[in-house]
């Protein structure tokens, strides 16, 4: 398997992020305040996996996804794409860094152009990179066909009268288009109804072999993250509350929060069904988030140094590792219920 | 394994709603546009102004601007003067016929300019960034905080009357709105996932503007610049019913509905005529102005 | 015990210059005092048109209505106006998916609430102060008292959930319609204000139908399960029995697709195709394209009911078969 556009070698992970950051500022009720939509996050995305990124609205993980693609400008921190930086003198350029990453969208029907056929849209990427317009156009029903619609019964179609399962095919195709390296689903099969998610899932999994990709799994849904992801990253208002191996993350959470989040999942068994919600609340809003960890006002072990001090996310060395940034993990830092 | 080659292949045989006819939105608007009679009726009125405008010199009786002392202000059918003549004995019907010459041009050229300018500025500051627009939107709020007619005629009357500078009056009167409603327009597309996604591709600004803005702004753009044509006409005739539009002897009905009206005692129904005229023609515009504007709101 | 819910063959179709709809087409259900029924389906099943028809809260000029629906014995569709209005909020109470749509947005949660039970109740202002904040209290909002005082926008999205259940609950009503109540709803929050539901049902014993596309929500609540399938009620069941032993195949796949705990080493098995086009149903049985059993029959004439058991029904030529085969 050998990849002429693998400049770093296997070994090198695609992508490096290092304490990303980005801070809104918001105005209202006469004073200023900061979103701190993203606020140091750091991960390594290696080459040919999925890494899962789950959170409630609010924790940042969309303005994640644009920060990586460069679609907002990170106030702060660091985005390493196989080995090159973005945007730095020596490394890859933002027009580089597209050309390699892609995204798909939530929303499959406001990320197509109404007044466009859908294969004209798909072909809009290739077009742009510096193919003619009919080659360009080749290239689209080419990537109809593979994600499974009838270029000659859908191409010239417009998004309106396509069913959002087949939209969202046509987004994929419009993302695969330009040949990338890595896809950023950003909630891609979140709108979808069950039975078409089914299918949409499957024709991912086969795309990610063809295709040799790498990707960005952003959800809100634990179960299809756990079914897609080969490792996991949980966030909470704009910061890594865990991050570990998919399996790990799903049968031994160590973060109240991602114990929180897998306890609410509906149990699917109506004779064993939740009695006690895992915790109480609605997630603070991100302006202004609470100090110290910012779960402590929602969390069951919270104590005064919660408050204080904002636990470190452990020391992550590899891709098995797994870490999460709370103080009863951390030795010495001063909660009662430290693990020794 | 052959679950995984059948899959993408289930989709081909999706062949969902077969008998939905695939169009394209414009043929979408025709079509709507032909099964509405209404609207049919009034283009075909607004169709015979235009052919009237253009073959004046064919279906005018007389020259409009032959004057004649002894048949000043002469009723209905006299001597072959079918409408009458006006006050210097001009023929009404051929000075009619002529002005519809002066007011389609009016009416259109203005909007036509102001669609140019004012929707470029529109989707350059609902465009670019924050700074530009401000510079843009701003400036077009100082002309927007005058009152139109009174625009106009500032304008018009600092720059001197004449069918030209009028024509230019009016463009300016028009473009702020044209500019604000290109902004809109533009600002809603702007924020729509798709153009993310156009961005995502490495596309520069002005491909995207070209292939994914200007597409979707088009539309309404072009139905208020036809809301705008019977707006134009009116202002037109009122510029030149106060002498600041159509200079004279030139036949351009608001000029002569101002001049006939000294005359109202005496032929009150030649009078009527220009407003008549004014009245039909801006309400034609109007109706099919709105014809298309529901044509084009199809669903998308 | 008699129904507090009775629907016989109603059907709706939207009537438009250039299609009819066929949104429902021929629904049957009962609902007993106190029970939960789960509608169950995905967008364009009709469930959620299913709901609006039974407030009559769908636009009268371009729904044709048929079939019957009775509530507490009233023929929903025969009401005028001011029994129609006297029937909102006052036996029946609906919930929504987005708070705002239901919340206005220039009032304080205190003033909406108190306005609807003086309306309804006849109580005086400060009666029916008191119990708006008993009712905000009953919904576990904290600090009630404050929380009056606010407009909907300062509310966080499971806050203002709630205060919509509050306003729903203000007339005591016997019936609630809860159209998919938590789905924009994060997930921490949905599994607290499914508690919360849940619980006030039972304690209310209000009857309930509550329409989700989330086997998960519905498995957390429902007590019968009904699936819908454009516009028909495809299967109809008590909730652990659907779950555990679905017999009609578009329940089947529903469940299979759903993910959840499958093994990542293999697909999903997923439903083939796409729903139907609601404008042109197809003459039978409207899963028929999608199904693997699918039998010449099938795509011939719409089955009828059949009941395996007193509390299951499913609308498959199958489903007699696999009985027949039992009985033997």
Avoid at chain 1, 173 to 196: C, F, G, N
Avoid at chain 2, 101 to 115: D, E, H, K
Avoid at chain 2, 230 to 251: N, Q
Avoid at chain 3, 271 to 283: H, K, Y
């Amino acid at each position: 398997m050998s990849d002429a556009r693998d400049v770093g070698g296997p070994a090198q992970p695609l992508l490096i992020a290092r304490d990303l950051a980005k801070h809104f500022q918001v105005r209202g009720g006469g004073r200023s305040a900061h979103v701190r939509a993203v606020d140091g996050v750091s991960f390594t995305l290696f080459k040919g996996e999925t890494l899962g990124i789950v959170g409630e609205s609010g924790c940042g993980k969309s303005t994640l996804a644009r920060l990586l693609l460069h679609l907002v400008q990170r106030d702060a921190g660091e985005l390493i794409f196989d080995g090159e930086p973005v945007g730095a003198p020596h490394g890859i350029t933002v027009a580089g860094l597209r050309r390699h990453v892609q995204m798909v969208f939530q929303d499959s029907y406001s990320s197509l152009n109404p007044r466009m056929p859908v294969q004209d849209s798909v072909a809009f990427g290739p077009f742009v990179h510096g193919r003619s317009k009919p080659d360009a156009r080749r290239v689209a029903r080419d990537m109809l066909v593979k994600v499974g619609l009838n270029p000659d019964l859908f191409g010239p179609r417009y998004p309106h009268e396509l069913s959002g399962g087949q939209k969202q095919r046509v987004n994929i195709a419009r993302a695969l288009a330009i040949e990338p390296r890595m896809v950023i689903l950003d909630e891609a099969v979140s709108a979808l109804d069950k039975s078409v998610e089914a299918q949409v899932l499957n024709l991912l999994r086969a795309l990610k072999q063809q295709f040799n990709l790498t990707y960005l799994f952003i959800s809100h849904d634990l179960n299809v993250v756990r079914y897609v992801s080969d490792r996991v990253l949980v966030m909470y208002l704009g910061r890594v509350v865990e991050l570990g191996p998919s399996e790990a993350i799903f049968t031994r959470p160590q973060h109240p929060y991602t114990r929180a989040l897998l306890g609410s999942r509906p149990s699917m068994d109506p004779r064993h069904r939740i009695e006690e919600p895992p915790i109480t609340g609605d997630p603070p809003s991100p302006i202004d988030p609470p100090s110290g960890c910012r779960f402590h006002t929602r969390c069951p072990f919270a104590e005064a140094v919660c408050a204080e001090r904002a636990p470190e996310l452990g020391e992550w060395r590899e891709r098995a590792s797994h870490v999460a940034a709370c103080h009863m993990l951390e030795p010495g830092s001063g909660h009662s219920r430290t693990v020794q | 394994m052959s679950q995984t080659a059948t899959l993408p292949i289930a989709g081909l045989n999706d062949d969902a709603p077969p008998a939905l006819r695939v169009r394209g939105y414009w043929a979408n608007v025709g079509h709507r546009l032909r099964h509405d009679p209404v609207t049919l009726c009034f283009a075909a009125v607004v169709l015979l102004i235009v052919l009237m405008a253009i073959f004046a010199p064919l279906l005018a009786p007389f020259d409009p601007y032959k004057e004649s002392v002894v048949l000043r202000l002469k009723p209905f059918g006299y001597r072959g003067h079918t409408l009458g003549t006006d006050e210097l004995g001009r023929d009404l019907l051929s000075r009619l016929i002529y002005g519809a010459r002066s007011s389609l041009l009016m009416g259109l050229v203005p909007v036509c300019i102001a669609t140019a300018l004012g929707g470029t500025l529109g989707v350059i500051g609902g465009f670019a960034g924050r700074r530009v627009n401000a510079i843009i939107m701003r400036t077009m709020d100082v002309f927007y905080a005058f009152p139109s007619v009174l625009l106009a005629v500032a304008i018009s009357g600092a720059m001197g009357g004449g069918m030209a500078n009028g024509m230019a009056a009016l463009a300016l009167v028009f473009i702020p709105a044209m500019c604000r409603v290109a902004e809109t327009a533009t600002a809603q597309v702007r924020s729509l996932d798709f153009i993310e996604a156009a961005r995502a591709t490495g596309a520069g600004r002005l491909a995207i503007v070209r292939y994914h803005v200007l597409g979707n702004v088009l539309g309404p753009v072009f139905i208020y610049a036809s809301s705008l044509v019977s707006v134009s006409i009116l202002l037109a005739s009122g510029l030149s019913f106060l002498g600041l539009g159509v200079k004279p002897p030139t036949p351009d009905w608001g000029l002569m509905l101002s001049t006939l009206r000294q005359s109202i005692y005496i032929v009150p129904l030649s009078c009527a005529l220009p407003g008549a005229a004014i009245f039909v023609t801006s309400i034609c515009f109007n109706l099919v102005s709105d014809g298309i504007r529901s044509a084009m709101d199809v669903r998308l | 015990m008699t129904a507090l819910v009775e629907v016989s063959d109603l059907s709706v179709r939207f009537v438009t210059r250039e299609a009819t709809v066929h949104a429902v087409n021929g629904v049957s259900f009962s609902v007993r005092p106190g029970e939960v029924l789960c509608i169950l389906g995905e967008s364009g099943s009709g469930k959620s048109v299913t709901l609006r028809a039974m407030m009559r809260l769908l636009p009268p000029r371009r729904t044709r209505i048929d079939g019957t629906i009775r509530i507490d014995g009233q023929d929903v569709l025969a009401l005028d106006k001011r029994r129609l209005r006297e029937l909102r909020g006052g036996l029946v109470s609906m919930i929504f998916q987005e708070p705002m749509t239901a919340l206005d947005p220039v009032y304080t949660i205190g003033t909406q609430i108190t306005e609807t039970v003086m309306r309804h109740k006849g109580n005086g202002r400060s009666a029916a102060r008191a119990r708006a904040l008993e009712l905000l209290e009953l919904v576990k909002i904290p600090e009630a008292e404050r929380r009056l005082a606010n407009y909907p926008h300062e509310l966080s999205g499971g806050l203002r959930q709630r205060a919509m259940i509050a306003m729903a609950l203000s007339c005591g009503p016997r019936l609630l319609l809860a159209d998919e109540p938590t789905t924009a709803l994060d997930a921490t929050v949905q599994i607290q204000v499914l508690i919360l539901l849940r619980r006030l049902q039972r304690e209310l014993g209000m009857g309930t139908i509550f329409v989700t596309h989330d086997l998960g929500v519905a498995s957390e609540i429902a007590d019968r399960i009904a699936v819908m399938y454009a516009g028909r009620i495809v299967e109809e069941g008590p909730v652990a029995d659907v779950l555990r032993a679905p017999m009609h195949p578009y329940t089947q796949g529903l469940l299979a697709s759903t993910v959840h705990g499958q093994s990542r080493d293999g697909e999903i098995e997923a439903i083939p195709g796409s729903p139907p086009d609601m404008r042109r149903l197809p003459s039978g049985c409207a899963f028929a394209p999608r199904c693997i059993h699918a039998q010449p029959a099938c795509r011939t004439t719409m089955p009828e009911p059949r009941w395996p058991s007193p509390d299951r029904m499913a609308r498959c030529v199958r489903i007699d078969d696999a009985a027949l085969v039992a009985a033997e």
